[in-house]
C-alpha cells in the first residue's frame, strides 16, 4: 500500500504528480487550517503540490509514501471518477505519508504528514494507512512515533487519539509557527 515517491514523480506531466495535485485539491479543508496554498487551496496547481512535495523530500532523513489502494472495495476509484490517471498497476492513489526517520531533537521518528483522499475519509483507510506506518516503524526496531496536530484541528487530534497517540507538548511548530499539539504512541 505504501510506495516511495521519487522525484520522476513530480515532473511536469507526471501521472503521479496529477493524482497527487487532485488529492491535495480534494483536502482544501485541511488546507484551509493549516494557511497552505493561499486562500483558494482547492486550485492548488500541480507546480504548488510538486514545490511542497519537493521540499520534504530535500529535507534530510524524510521519505514521501504514496497509498495506493489495491482492493475496489476498500474506496471509490477517484482517478477514474475526476477523469484522472491511474499510475502503474491500476491502483489509485489514495493518499500520501510524509515520514522523518530520526528527528534531530528527540530521536523519534515523526509523521510528519498522514492525508488521504477527502472522498475515503470515515472509511479506515487512514488508520490501515497509520498502522501499516507503525509497523514499518517496529520491524525498524523503533520504540515510538510523534507527530505535530494543529490546535484547530479537533478531527485529526479525535483520530490520532482513537490510534492511542497522546499528548506530550504544546507548541508553534517550526516551519510556520502555528500552534500544534505533539502527539506520541509507543509501538
Known amino acids: 500500500m505504501l510506495i516511495p515517491l521519487v522525484p520522476g514523480d513530480l515532473a511536469p506531466g507526471s501521472p503521479v504528480l496529477a493524482e497527487l495535485a487532485q488529492l491535495y485539491a480534494g483536502n482544501a479543508a485541511f488546507h484551509r487550517l493549516s494557511g497552505e496554498f493561499g486562500p483558494d487551496p482547492e486550485t ?3 507546480a504548488e503540490v510538486a514545490g511542497a512535495l519537493s521540499g520534504e523530500l530535500a529535507m534530510p532523513g524524510v521519505e514521501v509514501l504514496l497509498v495506493r489502494v489495491s482492493h475496489p472495495e476498500a474506496a471509490p476509484d477517484a482517478a477514474t471518477e475526476q477523469g484522472g490517471a491511474v499510475e502503474d498497476g491500476g491502483e489509485p ?11 534531530p531533537v528527540d530521536g523519534f521518528p515523526w509523521i510528519g504528514l498522514l492525508m488521504v483522499d477527502a ?3 470515515g ?8 498502522e501499516e506506518v507503525h509497523e514499518r516503524l517496529r520491524r525498524a526496531g523503533r ?3 510523534r507527530l505535530a496536530v ?3 484541528n479537533p478531527a485529526a487530534l479525535a483520530f490520532w487519539s482513537r490510534l492511542d497517540y497522546t499528548e506530550i507538548d504544546r507548541r508553534p ?8 499539539v505533539v502527539m506520541h504512541r509507543d509501538l
Open 119 to 121: 472522498r475515503r475519509q
Open 143 to 145: 520504540p515510538g512515533v
Open 173 to 180: 511548530d517550526l516551519q510556520a509557527g502555528r500552534d500544534c
Open 93 to 103: 492513489l489514495a493518499g500520501v505519508v510524509a515520514l522523518l526517520d530520526t528527528h
Open 44 to 46: 492548488v496547481s500541480p
Open 123 to 130: 472509511r479506515g483507510l487512514g488508520r490501515d494507512v497509520a
Open 150 to 152: 494543529l490546535v484547530n
